[in-house]
């Protein structure tokens, strides 16, 4: 029994439960599945089945007997004048086989006859002339039509259920002519007997329907193992019993589930013992397949890829859909895709043992990992049953908030991100509470590396609304400043000690669609590197100092503001083996000789841009993250009194940034009213004096001025004010709406006086 065991391991480990035995003999006598095993006897037998009849032409004893047999015959009908065609093709006569195509054309087949037509001679003749320009523009015609028909027909969804129909007609040719059009079918064809499989109603057609499943051989795999997903109790047994017998081995996995997870008399558990016996020769204990599924899922998470890359570096994915109760074909882009397969076997890890902690740990990460990255890191992820946003809410505020914790540790960021956007609808201000003095887990994603884990930081803490300090509250404000700062333009960081050959590098990201900023010396970089958070990625020459290109970079890799931001260094010859070996070890740094012309920047900029992938934050998505922090703000400043530890007007600098921002201006305008200071004030009256700025901006700032002096008095120094006037009376010969708003700040502007005289006034007529 012993080495039995020790066997069974090393199948499990070395070869990924994927190992089939041909030779292993089914858990039920004989070699009988749940539904009858060797009992379903294979109706498509095609021993019987009749050929196509090769057209015989007469010999009449003329130099070209079959040109002339065939014109003897004068072929009239469709069928008559597509095997016309294929001989004279075949004899290689265009000229004459045109004669035939033009026949045909001109007698408007329709939709059947086209099918028909294609059925009978096959796809190899139309498809040879529609690429051979010797029998065009007739021949192109003709195939493109039939073969337009054909694939139309093929995957029509009433035609398939009438193939399906057939499978089980007495006449052998019947079964046999439904099983190739079938066949033609391809994926669409699986799924239609799939749907026969899950209607209850059919249960009579059920045994021929996976004897069909089992012809289509690899054609099935796909969709049926997208189909194990299900939780239909009547259609996963079939479903495993089929692939068993197809003697799929990538799905053993995904046996280990029903077969330790169901009642042991459940129909499922025997067909996942059948299904492991038949492909392992002998069954798994519980402890073996739990390590092998925490093993695969870690694997997967850590990158392990799930099968062949496609020519756009794309794999296949095969799911449930609730929904359509169906499989459903996506493609993924590699990565992706394996976080979906460790999502999966995660899941079927976790219902194995739903106790143990570290498996729903690994469960939560996956699912979370994956959906983010399936749907999109700038997407929330999607709500409604059984979306992983709900299930993971469902598993409570204590395992979401490890799970934070735990995708911290292991930098699984697009989870972290996920459980964040989980824990803003069922998380409280309680998730706050420092651990020894430091912050809280929550509260340290608002100082992290990424920007979107930052943002949902952010937007989680707004929505849990705590009324008291908490420990790194004053980073909320710092990344609240931080977002808002940004100017709305896609930007780079150019840093060269000379300033003519960053000005021409200046010049040629522009002609690209870049705005470009340029630092001389190392510290400008770094200081530059955290005033805008929209560079997307730095060009960094070797040649800079103060400090020189290599500390520069360790630098910008350990402030989370730039630790993931793309840097190209721009080695000159006699330095670039040696800048290449110190970037080596940055997957977002790329040593390149400094570009020439622009379509060297261009073909920098587009590697740096694929080094940063997805975790690059696109133009649209930094102005709402702006737009939103703003929108903070202003709710907080507007209640001051309750949110008073929080050091608002840190922000202040990056709020007038923002002032600048066309698409910000308003939002940014207010929140510098509510501020009050005189920084702002000074700010205000200047922009809505402005004749060059919309006339709403100007009204805008002109309101949150007038909101700053009922706030916080007038804070403007007497010079000021006198410009003002002088604005105002300047303004004569301008528009009415440019006079209105100038009046406005005046109006403002002696507010208090009139508000004093007022009290005055009243506090005379008292004594009186």
Sequence with gaps: MLSKTISLIACLAGFGLLVASAQAQDVFSGDIDPFGGAAEALPLDTSGAPTAKKAQPDDDGEADPVILAIRKSNPKSAIELGRAIRNVVNLG?????????????????????????????????????????????EGSALGKAV????????????????????????????RHSALVDLRAGGTDSVLALIGALADSSRANEHAVVRATLVNLKELSVGPLVGALETRDEDLLPQIIVVLSRLKASQVTPHLLRPYFASEPDALVRRAAEYGLTKLLGELPLLAQAEQYLARETQAYLD???????????????????????????????GKTASLMMAARLAGDLYAISPNNLNHKRLYLTALLESSKRANGLDQQLPTGDATAHAISASLGVEAIADVLEYTLQQKQTAATI???????????????????GRPSPLASCLRHTDRRVRFAAVEAIMKMNPVEP?????????????????????????????TDQSQTLVGMLNEIGFEADTAQTGRQALRLS???????????????????????????????????????????????EQMERFTESDPLAETFPRPHDVAGVSLAARRLLTRGGDDIVGFDERMH?????????????????????????????????????????????????????????RLLVSLASQNARSLSDRQAAASAFDTAISRRGL?????????????????????????AVLGSLLDSIELPTRLSSDQGEESAAEAE
């Design 147 to 174: 073969l337009d028909a054909s694939f139309t027909a093929a995957h029509d969804p009433t035609r398939l259920a009438g193939l399906i129909a057939k499978l089980s007609d007495d006449d052998v040719a019947v």
């Design 530 to 576: 955290v005033q805008y958070p929209d560079y997307e990625f730095l060009l960094i020459s070797d040649a800079v100092d103060h400090p020189a290109a290599g500390e520069l970079i360790q630098q910008l890799r350990r402030d989370p503001r730039t630790a993931i931001a793309p840097i190209g260094l721009m080695a000159r010859d006699e330095r670039f």
């Design 625 to 681: 993250h702006a737009a939103t922090a703003l929108d903070h703000l202003a709710r907080l400043a507007e209640q001051s009194k309750d949110y008073n530890f929080y050091d608002l007007l840190r922000t202040e600098r990056a709020v007038e940034q923002a002032v600048n921002t066309p698409q910000l201006t308003d939002q940014a305008a207010r929140v510098l009213g509510l501020f009050g200071t005189p920084s702002a004030q």
């Design 470 to 498: 908490f420990a790194g509250s004053s980073y909320l404000s710092e990344a609240l400043g931080y977002f808002s700062s940004t100017v709305g333009s896609r930007r780079v960081l150019v840093a060269h000690p000379r």
């Design 93 to 137: 006569r265009p000229a004459e086989a045109k004669k035939y195509i033009t026949l045909l054309l001109d007698s408007s087949p329709d939709e059947g006859t086209l099918v028909e037509l294609h059925r009978e001679l096959g796809s190899a003749i139309f498809m040879r002339m529609s690429r051979d320009s010797r029998f065009a523009p």
């Design 303 to 333: 990158g392990k890829l799930l099968g062949r890359l496609d020519y756009e570096d794309m794999i296949t994915f095969w799911s449930w859909d609730t929904t359509k109760n169906s499989p459903v074909e996506r493609r993924f882009p």
């Design 418 to 436: 996920g459980a964040l956007e989980v824990l803003a609808e069922i998380g409280d201000a309680k998730l706050l509470q420092s651990v020894n």
């Design 715 to 739: 804070l403007l120094a007497r010079n000021d004010i006198l410009i003002q006037y002088d604005r105002y009376n300047q303004s004569k010969i301008l528009d009415g709406e440019t006079q």
